[in-house]
């Protein structure tokens, strides 16, 4: 397995309030994408993604993942959940700050998908994409009960309106597990991606790239710019 990433700050905010990480040994990698406008999102977005690896190092070994020992990705969340809560807590500079949060873990036969907010993972298995994660949002709730299209909630201002993030409130992830296939690339990114570009869109650049993690990072990154660049774009991709 190979893993890479990428993150830019795209042509319209400040700052960059995504964060990536990942570590092969472990089979872990995570992205997640602080609340824009509210106090700190940057320093919520990294200290989820810190406290993520972190927990996964601690409860691994040289030669199996932490999937393969049993780890369960809902309680990555929780914990990096109730870091940033404890943050906020002693540092009142802090209170309200927020992230979403995706992780995708691995094992020799499995992977699984957790995730809180609208940041997402897809899996492109024989060219074909598919998504594995659920919109935490108010346009995602409008396209369940079908009052809105696909193509208007990919719009609709609801999509930030979001109806779970870390940090505040309660969090429960969704957990998605799936058979490893080799050859499959997982693809984790924040909405800045999203955003910008459909999933048929994305489809079509992944479909011109070469399976080369980072190579296919960049490309996704590159083209969420050039098609606005209007929030910030991250973009994790593991090759299984």
């Known amino acids: ?14 700052r960059n309030e ?7 040994a472990t089979g872990v990698a995570v992205i997640a994408d602080g609340m824009g406008g509210h106090p700190a999102g940057d320093v919520a977005s990294r200290l989820a993604v810190a406290t993520v690896l972190e927990a996964a190092r601690e409860s691994s070994s040289n030669n199996r993942t932490w999937l393969a020992r049993g780890g369960d990705p809902a309680q990555l ?6 870091a940033i809560l404890s943050q906020a807590e002693h540092e009142p500079r802090y209170a309200g700050m927020g992230t979403t949060l ?11 998908i957790a995730h809180v907010g609208d940041s997402r993972a897809y899996r492109l298995h024989e060219g074909r994409l598919s998504r594995l994660t659920r919109d935490h949002n108010l346009a995602q709730e ?3 009960q079908a009052w ?13 309106r979001l109806t779970q993030v870390l940090g505040i409130g309660t969090v ?13 690339l997982i693809i984790l990114c924040t909405d800045g991606l999203t955003g910008e570009l459909a999933d048929s869109e994305i489809q079509q650049q992944l479909a011109q790239a070469d ?4 190579r296919t990072a960049q490309l996704l990154v590159r083209c969420a710019v050039d098609s606005g660049g209007n929030d910030n774009i991250s973009v994790v991709i593991l090759q299984l």
């Open 172 to 184: 429960n992830p969704d957990v998605t597990r799936l058979e490893r296939d080799r050859g499959d």
């Open 142 to 144: 409008a396209l369940d």
């Open 102 to 112: 995706v992780l995708a873990a691995v094992d020799e036969w499995h992977i699984a």
């Open 77 to 82: 969340i929780h914990k990096a959940h109730q």
């Open 211 to 214: 399976h080369d993690p980072d």
């Open 1 to 14: 397995m190979i893993i890479a990433g990428q993150t830019h700050i795209g042509r319209v905010r400040v």
């Open 148 to 160: 809105i299209t696909p193509e208007q909630a990919h719009r609709a201002p609801e999509r930030h």
């Open 18 to 24: 995504d964060a990536i990480g990942w570590d092969e």
